[in-house]
Structure formats: C-alpha cells, structure tokens
C-alpha cells in the first residue's frame, strides 16, 4: 500500500498483527494471521475512519457473542496509562479498534461499555466513540461525564470535557449541546482550575467551541470565573476559551482579558518589506503604535494577512503579535518578519496580498506585497531561469537566431530593476 499517507496508512494487517498478538495473551487461540490477511483484504481504498470500522468488525467476528465477555478480553490490549503529555497519535493509535468496538456493538449494554470506555481513555481516547452514548443514553451518560469530572486520572477528567465538545473535530455531532451547552458547562465548573495542563487545554477548546454559537454565555461565564477563581489555572483557561472572540475583534472578550483602548491607539508608518517576493521568502512588518488617551492602556496588537484564493478574492488569517502596555501618549516601534511558507492547510495563489494591523481587533492600518508566481522548473528538477532584461544601452550576445540586438532595444529605461 506504498504512496498512502497520513495516520490512515498504518490501520492495515499490521495493527491487526499488533492487537492480535496482545489478544493472544489472554485468548491464546486468537487468529491473528487470518485477522492480519483479513484486514489487508478489505482496507485498500479505505479512509480512516472506514479502515477502523474494519479492524473492529473483524474483532468482533473473533471474539465471543457475550459482549460483556468480549470486552473482558479486550481489556487485555490496552496496557498501561499515558503519562501527561504523551498523545494517543503517538503512543496508542493502535487502539482505536478496540475503542471502536464499544461504538458499534456496545449501545445496548451502557453501563458496561462507559466503564470500558473510562479504561480506554486512560490509555487512549474516547472522546469520539462516547458520543453515541450521549445520543442513545443522554441522561446516564451526563451523569457519569460528572463523576469522570472528578476522577484521580486526568485522562478521565479530560474525557469529561473533550467528549462533550460541541463541534469535537472528527466526531460525529452533538446538536442538543449546540442548541443548549448548560449540560456540557455543568461538568466544566468542576474542572475550571484543573491541576492538569492537559484538561485545561480542553476546557478551553470546550468553551471556545461554545463561543461559536454562544458569545454571551460564554463571556458571562469568563467574567465569573475570573471573579470566583482567581487562580493561575483558571486565567489561562479564560485566556485561551476566549480567542475566537478576540480575533474577532469581540471587545467584551478584550476587556475580560483586561485590554482596553483600542479606539485610542494609533498606528504609524506601517510598511510591509519587500514590495514582492515568493513562496518561501519572508516580509517583514514594521509600524509603531501610539497611545494618544490621557490613560494608560494594555492593547493586544495582531496582524491579519488577506491571502489570495483561487477566484481572485482574499480570505484573512490573523497572526498573534503581541501585548504591549502603552502609558499616555507613548510610541512603541514594532517589527515582526513572516515567512511565506508552503503548508498542507493553505494553498498559495500569486497576486496583491494585504496586510492589516490590528490593536485589540480594530484595523488600525493597512499596507500590501505582492507574491510571484513560482519559478518553472525544467524537467529533471532544474529551476529555470528568469529571463534577464538588457540595461538601457548594452550590447546583447547573439542568441541562436545569430543576429545582434540593436543598443537600447527592449525594455524602457527604468521599468526593470534599478539604474546602475
């Protein structure tokens, strides 16, 4: 299966071999060879998604009927809890089948397949495969979601709040937490000022997928916290719930986070370095911003740069830069350099670029570069070389045509390059 990529690539008869050879030590007559071939058979083509579904149906024609019994077994793959900062994409990937057996086959046994679930995310994840749940068995699974919210691993009190993410990438959805998060806001009271580095992240990504559909709350929420949890942990919480509301220039977000006086921060000078340039080659910003109150201000200072799609039009992507604290009329210089690199996310067209500076989500200056098309490349790998314009007045060596080309022919003074 050469030329596949990404994590898709891996799910194929060699995890079958992987979760085969753990299941033989509890199920020593586990057929792992025909479950390896079996998968090998059936992924070519697949996505990811589809490739896990085959590893966990082929489990399930392997395992007994009793589906107690067959999660007994599977609890035999699962190995050892993560460390904090150690990922499931790096360290336990492998087990997305197993995770993946409760989703399809465990709907009808809850209370058995929550407790297998609090064991997988111990050492895996199951912020995708309990939202099911969530759907079928909405009231006991809240319930046990808050009991998870104080458990001793934070893997558990993770699952407590990356499952229920309102728009959790990958996963499937849950609309009734759209439409109302207080069930998902509930749970997160308990974890506001979580020891956990790794819980708080998603808390914060919790709330900020909330913000999304509901700033009010969301911000309500913020400034409460902020009130009743004066601590390191909940501030960085609040800090990171809130930046969709302050890219977006939200100015209620930007004073819970204490920045004000946008309105009164003036941008000079701003230039934007070089005028043209190519993918790969960096521009640099450079701009100084006064503060023209009688009040001294802390001001969040972004830039924004409007990159060109396909069809002509631009679509912004803001760029932290920095917080600067301003006393009455003071001038702070600013320099930033931003390369144009190639990413898997974004793709470049060439065309007129522009770059906004922000002070806590006002544009407060505007300036622009244009990016150049990339150079041809010759067969074999070769960059061809842009044809170079004679200086006005220089003799052109004969080409393959023999002829001479006439003093001065060619490009008018002054519209290539710079006069020597």
Known sequence: MSGEHGLKKHFTGETATIL??????????????????????????????????????????????????????LRGTLGDELPEGRGMFTASWFLMPVARYAEEYGLDHPAESLDFLEAVTRCHTAEYTVRPFLVRHREATMERFGKWALDSSRNVRRLASEGLRPRLPWARGLPFLVEDPSPALKVLETLRADPSGYVRTSVANNLNDISRDHP???????????????????????????????????????????????????????????????????????????????????VTVDYVVHHVRAHGRRVPKVF????????????????????????????????????????????????????????????????????????????????????RRAPGRGRPPGSFGRPR
């Open 20 to 73: 085969g050879r753990r299941l033989q030590k509890v199920l020593p007559d586990f057929d792992t060879p025909g479950y390896a071939a079996q998968v090998d058979r059936r992924v070519t083509g697949l996505e990811l998604k589809d490739r896990v579904l085959v590893l966990a149906e082929g489990l399930r024609s392997r395992l007994p009927v009793d589906y107690p019994e067959a999660l007994e077994l």
């Open 216 to 298: 009010a709350t969301v911000l309500e929420t913020a400034r409460r916290w902020s009130r009743e949890s004066p601590l390191p942990e909940t501030a960085w919480i609040v800090r990171h719930a809130l930046r969709t509301l302050v890219r977006r220039g939200d100015q209620e977000a930007l004073a819970v986070l204490g920045n004000t006086g946008g309105e009164h921060v003036r941008v000079r000078g701003l230039s934007v370095r070089p005028a043209a340039l190519r993918l790969g080659d960096a521009l640099t910003l450079r701009f100084a911003v006064e503060n023209t109150d009688t009040r001294a201000h802390r």
């Open 320 to 403: 932290k830069l920095s917080e600067v604290y301003l006393a009455p009329g003071q001038v702070r210089h600013m320099e930033k350099t931003h390369r144009i690199r190639k990413i898997q996310t974004r793709q470049h067209y060439p065309g007129e670029h522009l770059v906004d500076v922000r002070v806590n989500g006002l544009p407060a200056g505007t300036d622009g570069f244009e990016l150049l098309p990339e150079r041809a490349e010759w067969p074999g790998g070769s960059r061809r070389r842009t044809p170079r314009h004679p200086r006005p007045g220089a003799v052109r060596c004969r080409g393959s045509s023999g002829r």
